[in-house]
């Protein structure tokens, strides 16, 4: 994984992702999400469209920081544009977990229609 940034926009969280996230990168893609949890954050957007692979490991960590978050009421989307990751969202029916977006506009947008 080359890289996590992150950014603000209202009072939603966007974790921007690049670079692959191999079985090495789980403990900070890990340890990014936690710290999403700490900070209470409720409305989280986990952009991986500069993702061209997710290793098993970064996919059971999505699952359990949804779960962590849906319990506090807040909601996580997920904006992926790459075939290969959307194919294995699809695999592993995770694309029934996660509500997944082509932009970060769309998924920022689906937030508005939500009262938390």
Do not use: W
Not at 86 to 110: G, H, K, P
Request: proline share 1%.
């Amino acid at each position: 994984m080359e890289s996590i940034t992150r950014e603000k926009k209202d009072d939603v969280i966007i974790l921007k992702v690049k670079g692959n996230i191999q079985h090495t990168d789980t403990p900070n893609f890990e340890k990014e999400l936690e710290k999403l949890l700490e900070e209470n954050a409720i409305k989280i957007i986990i952009d991986l469209s500069n993702v061209k692979h997710v290793c098993s490991s970064a996919l059971g960590s999505l699952i359990a920081i949804e779960r962590r978050i849906k319990r506090k009421g807040g909601d996580i989307r997920l904006v992926i544009t790459e075939n290969e990751v959307l194919r294995v969202m699809q695999i592993t029916l995770l694309n029934r977990v996660f509500q997944i977006f082509d932009t970060i506009q769309e998924a920022i947008e689906s937030f508005k229609k939500m009262q938390f």
